[in-house]
């Protein structure tokens, strides 16, 4: 049996807060795969935008870039809350994914993507956020990319890595790089190298 959106009723929902996104109170009940319907059930769900990432890569100087930025949600993190990621931003009304990736590319790296691949696109922590990402590997120069970066009207204060491979490979097996895009981006990347680097060389 499957089920689809019809086997879900939503009996109300309230904000709860409101701001960067929003907390909102569900009260519903589900079918059971035994059969039946669950009894009124609550669950809380941060209501996001959706998002878009890139793991940009340069196939000449076989290196990749990463971005370096505080996150709040590695507050407690040690020994740092600055994690290492690759390029991602939350899409605007009217734009699409790769439009998304094409923008934070510019702002956060400074670099205008050229080809771009299609990675995944999956829910971020549906167990609580309907976040949905898209992400994407995209070619470009990076010879004079490493440097700051960052709107500061949003204050966004990143520094960018250009580093070879290899070292982010490592830097993804042995827990330097520890978020979840990142590591599916870099995992399908490893998987994908030698091909792609003969594709956009």
């Not at 769900?45 to 996150?71: K, S």
């Amino acid at each position: 049996m499957s089920f689809s959106g019809d086997d879900v009723e939503v009996l109300g929902e309230h904000s709860q807060w409101r701001g960067f996104f929003e907390v909102v109170n569900v009260s519903l009940r589900h079918r059971l795969f035994e059969g039946g319907w669950t009894r009124e059930i609550e669950r809380v769900v941060a209501r996001r935008r959706q998002a878009a990432g890139v793991l940009i890569y340069d196939p000449t100087m076989d290196c990749l870039a990463v971005a370096e930025q505080f996150r709040i949600g590695a507050l407690k993190r040690k020994p740092s809350p600055w994690l290492m990621e690759l390029i991602a931003g939350l899409m605007e009304e009217g734009e699409s994914p790769e439009e998304v990736a094409r923008r934070e590319s510019l702002e956060e790296a400074g670099v205008e993507l050229q080809a771009i691949e299609r990675v995944a696109a999956y829910y971020s922590s549906p167990g609580g956020s309907d976040e949905y990402f898209h992400l994407y590997c995209a070619s470009a120069d990076l010879s004079a990319a490493a440097g700051q970066y960052g709107l500061a009207d949003e204050n966004e204060d990143i520094r960018l890595h250009v580093l070879p491979v290899a070292e982010v490979l490592a830097m993804a097996d042995d827990g330097r790089i520890d978020n979840a895009h990142s590591l599916v981006a870099i995992n399908w990347f490893a998987r994908h190298h030698q091909r792609l680097r003969a594709k956009w060389s």
